[in-house]
């Protein structure tokens, strides 16, 4: 363990600095986090409503024996978007590691003790 105590904001802004998130990051986590807004027709709020529709209409289809091409259409639609959010929130929880991780590297620190000089600076 380092002493994350001597760490300066100055230090601590360096190197976040040297690896910020990319547009991409930015965009999902702005769009598909928990703490974003979920403007009508934005493209969260857009996701929504497809698999929410796309979920319906293959479980009401299903109820009321609708035809297999359409319960097929709306099961398609629903995996397809499903796969698309799913490998986008994957790739970029991991890219977000791999950047947060050259940043603990430069400054010597742990998983918790970044947590820990995030917190006191940026509280």
Do not use: C
Not at 46 to 53: A, E, F, S
């Amino acid at each position: 363990m380092s002493d994350w105590k001597k760490i300066t904001k100055e230090q601590f802004d360096d190197a976040y600095n040297q690896h910020p998130p990319n547009k991409w990051l930015k965009w999902t986590y702005k769009h598909f986090s928990k703490n974003s807004e979920n403007k009508p027709f934005s493209p969260g709020w857009l996701v929504n409503v497809i698999l929410g529709t796309t979920f319906a209409m293959g479980f009401f289809g299903t109820v009321f024996k609708a035809s297999r091409a359409f319960i097929g259409a709306a099961t398609y639609i629903l995996a397809g978007v499903l796969v698309l959010v799913v490998f986008n929130t994957l790739f970029v929880a991991w890219a977000n590691n791999l950047r947060l991780r050259k940043i603990r590297l430069i400054l010597g620190l742990s998983r918790q003790e970044y947590g820990w000089v995030v917190n006191k600076y940026y509280p």
